[in-house]
């Protein structure tokens, strides 16, 4: 255990360190654009006109219905072959792995949102419209905020769920804790302690995040209201 803790200290803990900051930036920013998406898109296919909720019902089945791992493909190496008026368009890295992690998170925090609209009564949107709130100030004022709260923890689980599918992003060459990790067990053959560590820096971040997101929804939580605890 001794050459352990001195690999440790001397190589993995640099190393992974590295790789952290740039997982932490590449998951803040997704996380965030998961949720604007997931609010706007959710709210379109309830309130929306037909059109454009249909639209987006194809947006949430397309991104639900393929894995992952090639919508980041996609991202990195399709995309570079699309081209509008003669420029490629070639995202960094890290930029392809922020755009396929938000969309994707967008698509399963849309049916959240959607949940939570749903259950709001339409007694509510009918008392609104008596005091001459239009429909737009019904939903933004009293719909929406109802509505988050009550899907607030599932949206928190996807946040959770991208930590770790945030490990993907090193098969598009970027270089976060998977791939920092990766690169250090290749190049000294100490796999199983390179991967412990790696896998004690995500269950880090995974319980910083679960602790933060229940302080959110304790601050959200309306008096009378509170969930219950067994």
Known sequence: MDGF??????????????????SILMIVPASLLGVVIGVSVGAVRVYGPRPLARICDGYVSLFRGTPLVVQLYFWYFALPYVTIGGIALVLPPIWAAIVGFGL???AYQSEYIRGG???????????????????????????????????????????????KYSSLASIITVSDLTGMGRSLAKSTFRNTEV???VGLY?????????FVLRLVEKKLEIPGFESKKD
């Open 5 to 22: 803790f001195t690999f440790a200290a001397e190589r993995i803990l640099p190393t992974l360190d590295a790789g952290l900051w740039t």
């Open 104 to 106: 994707c998170s967008g």
């Open 117 to 163: 609209l749903l259950s709001i009564k339409r007694g509510q949107l009918r008392a609104a419209q008596a005091l001459g709130m239009t429909p737009f100030q019904t939903i933004r004022s009293i719909v929406m905020p109802q509505a988050f709260r009550r899907a607030l923890p599932g949206c928190g689980n996807e946040i959770v769920y991208l930590i």
């Open 195 to 197: 991967f412990v560590v």
């Open 202 to 210: 995500y269950l880090a971040l995974v319980t910083l995040a679960a």
